[in-house]
């Protein structure tokens, strides 16, 4: 199993900048988990923003976020990042870090259903 914990959501100006961190348990297998973020507003589903294999060499954005958001992931430090630039206001939700187990993936966008370890969430509002 593994415990995940978000960390470094806030309150930024439009254009602005934030880091999302994900610090992750289970340091013995957290490399063999490919890592996502999911995002959530009020009244509205869970959806994907970014993906990240096992090994760290792919990943994968939503169309939203391309060229905005960059995930990385640090295996020997079990962290995975969400680094954040050009926010805008419709970036505002509580952001999710995911893990999915080995063989669970292979649909394209990821689906939520794929990962079986989430964290608490944490605040992202942006303003304008």
């Known amino acids: 199993q593994v415990q995940l914990v978000e960390s470094g959501g806030g309150l930024v100006q439009a254009g602005g900048s934030l880091r999302l961190s994900c610090a992750a348990s289970g340091r013995r297998t957290f490399s063999s988990y490919a890592m996502g973020w999911f995002r959530q507003a009020p009244g509205k589903e869970r959806e994907f923003v970014a993906h990240?294999?096992?090994?760290?060499?792919?990943?994968y954005y939503a169309d939203a976020v391309k060229g905005r958001f960059t995930i990385s992931r640090d295996n020997a430090k079990n962290t995975v990042v969400l680094q954040m630039n050009s926010l805008k206001p419709e970036d505002t939700a509580v952001y999710y870090c995911?893990?999915?187990?080995?063989?669970?993936?292979?649909?394209?966008?990821?689906?939520?259903?794929?990962?079986?370890?989430w964290g608490q969430g944490t605040q992202v509002t942006v303003s304008s």
């Open positions: 995911a893990g999915r187990s080995p063989g669970s993936g292979g649909h394209s966008p990821p689906l939520a259903s794929e990962y079986a370890y």
């Open positions: 990240i294999s096992s090994s760290g060499k792919s990943s």
